[in-house]
């Protein structure tokens, strides 16, 4: 099993910038694709960003593209989202997401492991 535990949100000024960190719990986390998702208050969680678990595919929303980038350390169980040029319309809690495939997107509408979530405020 593997237990995804986000850290790094925050508070941040409109054009500011964060990086996410994902840590996984479970050595299988090498061959297991990852995503990003978010919540906003009052509304559903929606998809964020994604990743094979080779770092070949990316995949973002089109609210993330050019802004954001996801990576992965498989040496080190751990994902990161790296987002830049911040708007208050990215406020939300961000969360780690684990697939039990490798690659595609196809898992993205139901993951199979979830982190807490990581609060992240961009103020105007």
């Known amino acids: 099993q593997v237990q995804p535990v986000e850290s790094g949100g925050g508070l941040v000024q409109t054009g500011g910038s964060l990086r996410l960190s994902c840590a996984a719990s479970s050595r299988t986390f090498s061959t297991h694709a990852v995503g990003w998702f978010r919540q906003a208050p009052g509304k559903e969680r929606e998809f964020v960003a994604g990743?094979?678990?080779?770092?070949?595919?990316?995949y973002y929303a089109d609210s993330a593209k050019g802004r954001f980038t996801i990576s992965r350390d498989n040496a080190n169980n751990r994902a990161y989202l790296q987002m830049n040029s911040l708007k208050p319309e990215d406020t939300a809690i961000y969360y780690c997401?684990?697939?039990?495939?490798?690659?595609?997107?196809?898992?993205?509408?139901?993951?199979?492991?979830w982190g807490q979530g990581t609060q992240v405020t961009v103020s105007s």
């Open positions: 990743l094979d678990w080779r770092s070949i595919s990316k």
């Open positions: 997401a684990v697939s039990s495939v490798a690659y595609g997107s196809s898992w993205f509408s139901a993951p199979d492991y």
